[in-house]
């Protein structure tokens, strides 16, 4: 069974960072573009991170230089770190494979003081 699950999201301190994870089970996630999107009440869900099956990875403006997404293949499980939360990096993220519309059923994230 094709399955996502995340983790790693709380509430952290403007400033602060955090390590999402999203565990794959059903497929190897090194062979697959995979993405981290968010998600804030009233807003449509937005791509925060995407990283090819050849580890190239992009970022939109609004959190480049402040998240980097990995692969781990060993315990195939994705990655987003992030760096320097705002009070407007809240949000539910997601993990998401695009290929097939798979997505887990994401993990908060408050940035608040």
């Known amino acids: 069974q094709v399955q996502l699950v995340e983790s790693g999201g709380g509430l952290v301190q403007p400033g602060g960072s955090l390590r999402l994870s999203c565990e794959a089970s059903g497929f190897t996630v090194s062979g697959y573009a995979m993405a981290w999107h968010r998600q804030t009440p009233g807003k449509e869900r937005e791509l925060v991170a995407l990283?090819?099956?050849?580890?190239?990875?992009n970022y939109p403006d609004s959190v480049r230089g402040r998240s980097t997404i990995s692969v781990a293949n060993a315990k195939n499980t994705l990655y987003l770190q992030m760096d320097n939360l705002k009070p407007d990096d809240t949000a539910v993220y997601y993990c998401?494979?695009?290929?097939?519309?798979?997505w887990g059923q994401g993990t908060q994230v408050t940035v608040s003081s």
């Open positions: 990283i090819a099956s050849g580890g190239h990875s």
């Open positions: 998401h494979r695009p290929n097939g519309g798979i």
